[in-house]
């Protein structure tokens, strides 16, 4: 029987909560597909960080190469200065384990409310694959005469080819596997950064010519992309683009998708350790009142099971997720707090795990 070691990062506020339902949900895809999971839980976060002035150290990023995955909640602490761990955890883990892929699949579901009107399920299907691992995200840059009327301020958007091809290597293959309209959008500024998109835009069509004929290229400025997004949802099936514009464009897909309570994202290192989050943040006023949506940690934990191989796990998950939203007594819910009268973070978590269970 195969035993998957991964490692819990509960994180901020509500994360631990949502982590408990995501875990329990997994736990089940566990003993009903005939694999076990190892788990070890990690307490990095605002509260230890405010305790012992410590945020994610370097021999914590060494013990999480020890694990199949990571697991995460969230990280965001009310206490904290804004960028500490941001900064300190979630993106040291990014780079440092160089999990230079962010996916977002932005799929609505059969009973979740979209904002956008005359769309269902069979409109809003795309997955965004956001570079994950440089661009503006480097830090690259400086300030001078700061605090002055001259104070100037820098930061670079740097790509090499090296990242920009691996990037895009992924998301040829994920379109490829995906076999949904074998159709890759660049979502770029190429009227714009003329160096930055330029070098996007050539390796996306060398790549796509020499090694993907199968997959058919499309591109878009970021600008058009927000407005397609919105308009006409139908139209893409993997956008790949890069870090910046990536976040920019995966927040308004989780708006498209029904909101943060279900939004969920891998940062996937293809050769390394890959981490998995709900996207909504920490929500740190509604901790400890159960009263946050699971449902996108649990999608999460989904992806997580696709990425170690357990593909019939992840669907079964996923499945059992639709069955408990459209199900008769479902109160209802597709907003990221869980509103008067809906279930609990906990009565969600057991509905979805009965699901599996009795798949
Ligand atoms: C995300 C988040 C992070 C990002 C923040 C918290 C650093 O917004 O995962 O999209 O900008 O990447
Ligand atoms: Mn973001």
Redesign the pocket.
């Known amino acids: 029987m195969a035993t998957y070691k991964i490692a819990l990062m509960g994180g901020d506020g509500t994360g631990p909560e949502v982590l408990r339902e995501g875990v329990k949900v997994l736990e089940a895809a566990a003993r009903r597909c005939g694999f076990s999971l190892d788990t070890a839980s990690f307490d990095f976060g605002g509260d230890r960080y405010l305790a012992t002035g410590e945020i994610l150290p370097d021999s914590a990023i060494e013990d999480f190469r020890q694990f199949d995955a990571i697991y995460l909640g969230a990280?965001?602490h009310p206490e904290v200065k804004p960028g500490i761990l941001?900064?300190g955890i979630?993106?040291k883990a990014r780079f440092e384990l160089d999990q230079y892929i962010?996916l977002r699949p932005v799929k609505l579901y059969p009973g979740v409310e979209t904002p956008i009107k005359d769309k269902g399920p069979e409109d809003i299907d795309f997955v965004v694959v956001r570079e994950n691992s440089a661009g503006l995200y480097t830090g690259f840059g400086g300030v001078q005469r700061k605090g002055t009327p001259h104070e100037v301020a820098v930061q670079s958007m740097v790509y090499s080819r090296n990242e920009v091809d691996r990037c895009l290597k992924f998301a040829f293959d994920y379109a490829r596997k995906r076999n949904k309209d074998k159709t890759l959008t660049l979502c770029g500024k190429t009227n714009v950064l003329t160096y930055v998109y330029d070098l996007w835009e050539r390796a996306f069509h060398a790549m796509g010519e020499k090694e993907y004929p199968d997959i058919k290229r499309e591109y878009a400025h970021v600008d058009a992309t927000t407005m397609w997004m919105v308009k006409n949802p139908e139209w893409f099936d993997v956008i790949v683009t890069g870090n910046m514009f990536g976040?920019i464009v995966?927040?308004l897909g989780a708006m498209v998708q029904g909101g943060m309570g279900i939004a969920a994202?891998g940062n996937i290192n293809p050769e390394g350790v890959s981490m998995f989050e709900p996207?909504g943040g920490s929500a740190p006023k509604y901790t400890g009142l159960n009263v946050i949506n699971p449902l996108a940690c649990i999608f999460a934990g989904q992806m997580l099971l696709d990425h170690l191989g357990e593909s019939e796990a992840a669907l079964l998950v996923e499945k059992a997720c639709v069955a408990v939203i459209t199900s008769d007594d479902f109160p209802g819910m597709s907003a990221r707090e869980i509103k008067e009268g809906g279930w609990s973070t906990t009565q969600i978590g057991d509905r979805v795990a009965e699901a599996v269970a009795s798949a």
């Open positions: 990280i965001g941001e900064k979630l993106l962010n976040d995966t927040d994202g996207i």
